[in-house]
């Protein structure tokens, strides 16, 4: 299996213009959670879903956030407009029923200037 | 609600002293543990878990754990530290919501001198 995968690995943009993050989960896996890494607030959860469907989005910062899982294989995250203080690693996670612990993509570095 | 405390923010090790890493949780349900590790620029790895077997875990890398109720501890420990482990180390616990979903504490990261 190729894991979890994300991208682009790397993103720059400027202050105002949308930004998408890609995540294609682990085949089977029913659960798959956004994270976002900052040095100052550590690891934070955004959003989780089950089976495709959004059952926790209390972690999303502002309205300016949204994610979607349109299927079993792939989910995003979009921001817009996006926003210097947006700058942070996005992890992708996903993990099967269960306390089995969750398989982590490499990450997506956002930069917003 | 569930947390987790990860006692320090930073440990420095020599190599081959022991690694002891604190982690303390609070759970009103019976606790699931994970530690997790991340190298520099990559996602965060699974090293072990506890989900109420053995209270003894051992993860990969020659990391292991051990769960103790009394003292709503999980500590991660190794008898020899290497190069190679300098890292940073997240002390997990699953939700009381759902165990699907963890919450993970600040982090500590781990150096390791010659």
């Known amino acids: 299996d190729a894991g979890v995968i994300q991208s682009p690995r790397h993103e720059v943009t400027e202050m105002g213009q949308e930004v998408t993050l890609r995540c294609k989960p682990i085949s089977g896996h029913d659960y798959l959670f956004w994270y976002r890494q900052t040095m100052m607030r550590g690891l934070e959860l955004l959003i989780y879903f089950n089976n495709n469907v959004p059952i926790d989005d209390s972690g999303m910062p502002e309205d300016r956030f949204s994610a979607k899982m349109p299927n079993a294989s792939f989910s995003t995250l979009k921001i817009q407009p996006s926003e210097p203080r947006d700058s942070a690693v996005y992890f992708c996670?996903?993990?099967?029923?269960?306390?089995?612990?969750?398989?982590f993509g490499s990450g997506t570095r956002l930069t917003v200037v | 609600a569930q947390s987790v405390t990860q006692l320090g923010s930073h440990v420095s090790v020599s190599e081959g002293a022991l690694v002891l890493l604190r982690c303390n949780y609070s759970?009103?349900?019976?606790?699931?543990l994970f530690w997790y590790v991340q190298y520099p620029n990559q996602g965060l790895q699974l090293l072990l878990k506890y989900t109420s077997a053995a209270t003894l875990v051992k993860g990969i890398n020659g990391f292991e754990a051990e769960f103790k109720k009394s003292e709503t501890s999980f500590h991660l420990t190794k008898p020899s530290a290497h190069m190679s482990d300098a890292a940073e180390y997240f002390c997990?616990?699953?939700?009381?919501?759902?165990?699907?979903?963890?919450?993970f504490g600040a982090g500590t990261r781990l150096a390791v001198h010659p």
């Open positions: 996670a996903s993990s099967l029923r269960g306390p089995t612990g969750y398989t």
């Open positions: 997990a616990v699953s939700d009381s919501g759902g165990y699907n979903k963890l919450i």
């Open positions: 759970s009103s349900v019976p606790p699931y």
